[in-house]
C-alpha cells in the first residue's frame, strides 16, 4: 500500500460527527478514507495510506491504542495518543492543568475506600466525587452526608476496574446548575455556549437533556480553554469551565480529547467539523 489519501478517519461508531468531519475533508477537496475499528486492525509499521488520521473512537481506549499504533507507522495522530490519554484520565490531567497555573476545583485524590470515606466524612459538604474516566457525567456524584459517601464508595468497589476503585474528590462549586463548553481548534475559541441542567438533575450534559443557548467568552473564558488545551497538546478539544455563582471564580472542570461537537455546532451554528479539517490543510 501507498500514500492515495490526505487522511483517514478512525472510527468505530459512525455519528453525526463523523460524518460532518467526512462532509467538511470532501468539500476542501482532501483524499479521505472512513476505516471502521469493527473490521480493521493495524500492524505496527504498515505502510502509511495517508500522512494524518483522525482519531474518533467512542472508547478512549480504541481511541488511545489506535492512535499509538498508527503514529508508529509515521501518521501524524489527531489527536496524539498521548493528548487523549491526558484528557481521558483526571488523574492525570488535573495535576498537569494546576502546574500550568490553571484554575480547578481542590482536589483529593483516594486510592482505597478506607482513604475516600475518612476524607469525604470529615469535610464540609457537598463534595463531588467522580472517578479518573468516564464521559456524560457517569458516576459522578454529589456527596451531601455521609451516608452518601459511604454508599458511592461501597457501590464502586463492585465494579471491577482499577480506575473505578479510584476517587478524584473534589469541593463543590456553586455554578447552580450551568456552566460553560468551548471548542478550542489550534489556539482558537471557535464556539462556546452555556449549558443549563435539566429539571431534576445537577449534571450539565448535553447527552442527558441540558438546555444550550450561544455564548460570547470573556477573556478568562478563553484564557483557560487554550491554555488546558495547550497543556495536554491537543490539536482541538472541548473544554467544560463552571463559574462559581457566589465568588464568581472560574475553574476548569476537564478537556476532551475525542469530543462530540454536534450539540454545540446546532447551538452556535460554527461549523467545528470545517475547523478541524483546517488542521490537516495547514
Not at 57 to 76: D, P, Q, T
Not at 137 to 152: N, P
Not at 232 to 254: Q, R
Not at 256 to 271: D, H, I, Q, R, Y
Amino acid at each position: 500500500m501507498s500514500i492515495n489519501y490526505d487522511v483517514i478517519i478512525v472510527a468505530d461508531v459512525i455519528r453525526l460527527e463523523e460524518k460532518r468531519l467526512l462532509e467538511e475533508a470532501q468539500n476542501a477537496g482532501l483524499r479521505v478514507l472512513l476505516l471502521n475499528l469493527s473490521s480493521k486492525g493495524f500492524r505496527i509499521g504498515e505502510e502509511r495510506l495517508a500522512p494524518y488520521a483522525l482519531i474518533r473512537s467512542i472508547s478512549m481506549y480504541r481511541s488511545i491504542y489506535s492512535a499509538s499504533f498508527l503514529e508508529a507507522s509515521g501518521y501524524r495522530a489527531i489527536n496524539s495518543s498521548l493528548s487523549i490519554l491526558l484528557a481521558g484520565d483526571k488523574a492525570l490531567s488535573l495535576p498537569l492543568f494546576f502546574k500550568s497555573g490553571i484554575p480547578i476545583p481542590p482536589t483529593y485524590l483516594a486510592l482505597s475506600p478506607e482513604t475516600a470515606i475518612g476524607y469525604m466524612t470529615s469535610r464540609r459538604k457537598p463534595l463531588i466525587d467522580k472517578p479518573p474516566i468516564g464521559s456524560w457525567g457517569r458516576l459522578v456524584s454529589i456527596i451531601d452526608s455521609d451516608i452518601t459517601a459511604k454508599i458511592v464508595v461501597e457501590h464502586r468497589e463492585e465494579i471491577p476496574s482499577p480506575q473505578m476503585k479510584a476517587h478524584l474528590i473534589q469541593d463543590y462549586v456553586q455554578i447552580n446548575g450551568e456552566d460553560i463548553r468551548c471548542f478550542v481548534v489550534r489556539g482558537d475559541v471557535v464556539a462556546c455556549m452555556k449549558r443549563k441542567a435539566p429539571p431534576g438533575e445537577w449534571r450539565t450534559n448535553v447527552a442527558i437533556g441540558a438546555q444550550t443557548e450561544p455564548l460570547t467568552p470573556t477573556d478568562t473564558v478563553t484564557e483557560i480553554s487554550v491554555k488546558a488545551v495547550e497543556t495536554i497538546k491537543a490539536d482541538y478539544g472541548s473544554v467544560d469551565i463552571g463559574v462559581d455563582k457566589i465568588t464568581g471564580e472560574h475553574f476548569l472542570f476537564e478537556v476532551n480529547g475525542v469530543p462530540e461537537f454536534k450539540g454545540l455546532e446546532k447551538t452556535t451554528k460554527a461549523n467545528i467539523a470545517k475547523a478541524i479539517i483546517n488542521v490537516v490543510k495547514r
